[in-house]
């Protein structure tokens, strides 16, 4: 299983940005797909999570009305994004894409299997 996040970069404030995370080697079933974000000398945090059972997309309330994740549709492999609109300088942090294959609820940053790279995302005041 790889995850490889894209998209990110520098941004002004109210700026919009869309991550992408290419998933490859699993078969979305049975499981969840959350962007998460870490600052520097922050934990890691849940932004948004997607399950492949089709309920309801969850978001952190700091960015509910903002950020919305979607996926390309696939089963195998899917693509998920996050797109993230009016972003405001507290937005900045690496975005990770992780994959959890066994509830598909995202719990937290410590009930994910797979893990992406991460991505850097800067949003200038």
């Known amino acids: 299983v790889q995850l490889v996040e894209s998209g990110g970069g520098v941004v002004e404030t109210g700026g919009s940005l869309r991550l992408s995370c290419a998933t490859s080697?699993?078969?979305?079933?049975?499981?969840?797909i959350g962007w998460f974000r870490q600052a520097p000398g922050k934990k890691r945090e849940l932004v948004s999570c997607i399950s492949s059972n089709g309920g309801a997309a969850s978001y952190a309330d700091s960015v509910k009305g903002r950020f919305t994740i979607s996926s390309d549709g696939a089963k195998t492999s899917p693509t998920i994004y996050l797109q993230m609109d009016n972003l405001k300088p507290e937005d900045s942090a690496t975005y990770y894409c992780?994959?959890?294959?066994?509830?598909?609820?995202?719990?937290?940053?410590?009930?994910?299997?797979?893990w992406g790279e991460g991505i850097l995302v800067t949003v200038s005041s």
């Open positions: 080697g699993f078969f979305f079933e049975d499981s969840a």
């Open positions: 992780g994959l959890e294959i066994q509830y598909a609820i995202c719990y937290g940053a410590g009930g994910m299997d797979y």
